[in-house]
């Protein structure tokens, strides 16, 4: 009936469930660890669209996998040919290698294991800046780079408010409605 094209409501059920399962967890996980941790904690998002997956179906969960191991083999999830993607592999491996081996992802880059001009990966701090690192090389020039973690943010606090079992309406009345949040 829609001749392939989806339309507004599929887009906002697909984001709610992305909410609650993936996204609203790991924010509320990273922020309760960035409050009670002794350790550094880092957070990152992925937004390459991995050479197997058409454009509309975005940047799909467990597809950086490929990217964190530099995966060659032809599977599911495989990393793929293109330059763009091999590049990207070496620059998420190098953080992660980095992170594993000395505790501090950045170390890659002080090293000068990176490209010129790869984000500094901030701390992630659940009282101040709340920052991630995006992972993208899309071909287009548009290369890996730090975004606040504020996406969707009081649709998400509900969310999770209501996953957790501690929602009060009077924590999420106002004046101004935002119909679009969602």
């Known amino acids: 009936p829609t ?16 909410d ?3 996204v609203g967890p790991r924010r509320q996980a990273t922020e309760l660890l960035a409050r009670s941790s002794q350790a550094s904690i880092y957070s990152s998002r992925f937004d390459q669209v991995s050479y197997k997956s058409p454009i509309t179906a975005g940047a799909q969960h467990f597809q950086e ?4 191991f530099r995966n060659p083999l032809d599977t599911q999830n495989a990393l793929g040919p293109l330059r763009k993607d091999i590049a990207l592999a070496n620059e998420i ?6 992170f594993v081996a ?36 899309d071909g287009l020039g548009h290369r ?9 943010q009081k649709g998400m606090q509900l969310l999770m408010a209501l996953r957790s079992g501690t929602f009060k309406a009077s924590d999420f009345q106002s004046s101004t409605a935002k119909r679009d949040e969602l």
């Not at 001749?3 to 992305?18: E, H, K, P």
């Not at 491996?93 to 980095?98: E, P, V």
């Open 93 to 98: 491996s190098a953080y992660w290698i980095s």
């Open 3 to 18: 001749g392939g094209v989806l339309g507004m409501n599929d887009r906002r059920s697909c984001a709610i469930f992305g």
């Open 20 to 22: 609650l399962r993936f």
């Open 102 to 137: 000395s505790g501090d992802p950045n170390t890659a880059r002080d090293q000068s294991k990176l490209r010129d001009g790869a984000p500094y990966w901030p701390k992630y701090d659940a009282d101040g800046e709340r920052s991630q690192v995006a992972w993208v090389h």
């Open 144 to 152: 890996s780079f730090v975004t606040p973690d504020t996406y969707r």
């Open 65 to 68: 996998v490929a990217y964190v």
